[in-house]
């Protein structure tokens, strides 16, 4: 199977001049690279075009900034692989983790192949006071099963990707938009692993980290809100995130920014229309 790498790129010339020549060296010298500059305001671009000659990857530029999921969609048609990896410029594969990464595919209801960054596991998640949580289920030697791949360290399957219709725009500009696929995933009966040998080192230094904190946490915790109404259609489940909504506005009044946030959002694209196989509940129960 053929494998194309996606890298985003925003106001990330310090990260890109450092780690873009290590991760082009562990990959196969066949191997599609495209790396997309999202309308950065630094010297990407140029430093970009100098690299290009020399690493042979395909440079795609933005005309202004999109965001990241908007970015990834884009970025996923026009690659030519089978299989499509999205990293993002802060983290550094190690030589030899494609190989463990590929052999999962051989299963056709592999969806995705999340990597190993080490100082964390697979992925789990639960459900409690009205809102879906998720976190780190710890290390293990063997491959584990993941609630979903993560957005910049991981390996999808294209065709399945194309068939859930890529990141939704809901979360758009970034976070939850990786849950989310995968969890749709989950839902249409396909899987999603994650692969201990397949070893990244992730420096946590992405573009996410120059933007407001406070804007960067209403924009998880709008997302959050986002993900259980589009994806939960359990009525014990629903009432108690209303609940749960009331609770947290009683205990933060802060917290109806976020609600008014999410309700714009879910008025401008609406709930969309996902075949499931699994209900929600029962997607849950696999990571307890």
Known sequence: MKISVVIPNWNGEKLVKKNLPEVIAVLPKDTEVIVVDDGSTDSSV????????????????????????????????????DLLMLLNTDVIPQRGFLEPVLDHFKDEKVFAVSFNESKYGWAKIWWRGGFIHIGDGGQNKKPHITAWGSGGSAVFRKSIWKKLGGFDPIYHPFYWEDFDIGFRAWTNGYKIIWEPKALVEHKHEASTSKLNPLYVNLIKERNQLLFIWKNISNPLWR??????????????????????????????????????IISAREVVSFFK
């Open 46 to 81: 140029n430093l970009l075009k100098k690299l290009q000659p020399k690493l042979g990857f395909k440079l795609v530029v933005n005309g202004r900034n999109l965001g990241f999921l908007k970015t990834c969609n884009k970025a996923a048609k026009l690659v030519k692989g």
């Open 239 to 276: 009432f108690s995130n209303i609940f749960g909504i009331g609770l947290r506005i009683f205990m933060g009044p802060n917290y109806i920014k976020v609600v008014i946030a999410a309700l714009k959002q879910y008025r401008q694209f609406g709930k969309p229309k996902t075949e499931k």
